[in-house]
């Protein structure tokens, strides 16, 4: 006759082996439809053990894009925005930057300008910024600027941004042991601060360009330093390589929505059908931003090899969260409503 504990640990170890039901909805922020269908379908289907689509839980990793696909994007990425701060903070001291591209640009609010010249301007910006600094004290700035911060067009905190419904995929994938990570052309440092404040994602689950440091010792104490010049850039093909190296896997899932990401939805599909591809369509003037700039080829290859395009228009029911005050109530703002020009 087994024991009461041998049984109590066959009880539990059979527990462990039965994926639990999803819960009712799980994503009441996205419509009903077929791409939601097809989320549910595919988690509820490799986390459940009498599946064909089984998936062991260490090969549970699912890749997110940041900037478009997580948060707005235009008119300038969160990391942007934060430099471009910095920039008008500190032109006082630089009184040749007035007269000096990408810098003069900034001064002018020259938008336009700016998004022409894209990655193009930041990287010079950043460096004149954030060279010599402490890597500890670019990291408090950049939490205070986003703690205090409000996006310009939006009328809600940068706190606020992240889309109620990656917000509720993420905690849903989470609940079926899935390891999310953020894959970011931003660097890893700034996008740690949006996962862990924004996002509420463990800080270790960033893939993003790497700067350049030094080590000095400050006070008796070693800090990394920011140095001119990059690490290593986690864009296009980058990023498929840097997951493999960070994670060991080959994702299952991977949402993305700009041609920098291609490669990286890319290599999350797989050739059993055991993947999911989800690409997000900027197509709402009306609550976020419309525009398709820069995202030619991943449409294209949306269309072509039948992943999941999933459109802020017709799928997202709300796209940003409500804010509410300390007690929990809503507070009135333009947000969802807002037409955006």
């Known amino acids: 006759m087994r024991s009461p504990f041998a049984v109590l640990a066959l009880l539990v170890a059979v527990l462990a082996g039965c994926a639990a039901p999803l819960p009712q909805d799980p994503l009441p922020s996205w419509r009903a439809g077929a791409n939601k269908a097809e989320i549910l379908a595919f988690v509820a289907a490799v986390t459940d053990p009498g599946s064909a689509r089984f998936v062991p839980v260490p090969e549970r990793v699912a890749v997110f894009d940041n900037d478009g ?3 707005p994007e235009k008119p300038f990425a969160l990391q942007e925005a934060f430099v471009h701060d910095r920039v008008r903070s500190q032109a006082g001291a630089h009184p040749e930057w007035a007269n000096q591209e990408p810098f003069s640009l900034v001064l002018a609010g020259d938008e336009a300008r700016l ?3 894209g990655i193009r301007s930041l990287g010079p910006l950043a460096q004149a910024v954030q060279t010599g600094i402490p890597q500890a004290d670019l990291d ?3 939490r205070a600027f986003i703690l205090a911060g409000r996006h310009p067009r939006l009328n809600k905190p940068w706190t606020g941004l992240l889309y109620q419904p990656m917000r509720e995929l993420i905690r849903l994938l989470e609940s079926r042991d899935f390891a999310v990570w953020i894959v970011s052309g931003g660097s890893t440092e700034f996008v740690r601060i949006i996962a862990t404040d924004i996002a509420s994602l463990p800080s ?6 790497t700067g350049r440091y030094r080590l000095e010792e400050r006070a008796g104490v070693l800090e990394l330093v920011r140095v001119a ?3 290593a850039l986690n864009v296009g093909p980058f990023k498929a390589v840097h997951i493999s190296l960070a994670t060991g896997r080959r994702p299952i899932i991977a949402v993305g929505n700009s041609d920098g990401d291609l490669e990286m939805l890319r290599f999350a599909e ?4 055991t993947s999911l591809v989800l690409v997000v369509d900027h197509d709402d003037a009306a ?3 419309a525009y398709r700039e820069g995202a030619d080829r991943v449409l294209a290859t949306a269309a072509a090899r039948n992943w999941r395009v999933v459109s802020i228009a017709r799928d997202f ?3 940003f969260a409500p804010l509410t005050n300390a007690s929990g109530a809503i507070m009135p703002t333009a947000s969802d409503s807002m037409v955006v020009h």
Do not use: K, P, Y
């Open 204 to 209: 270790h689950q960033v893939i993003g360009s």
């Open 140 to 142: 408090a700035a950049a």
């Open 287 to 289: 609550r976020e931003f």
């Open 69 to 71: 696909t997580l948060l």
């Open 270 to 273: 797989s050739a059993n059908g």
């Open 229 to 231: 010049g990059t690490g």
């Open 115 to 117: 998004q022409a010249l």
């Open 317 to 319: 029911a709300t796209v």
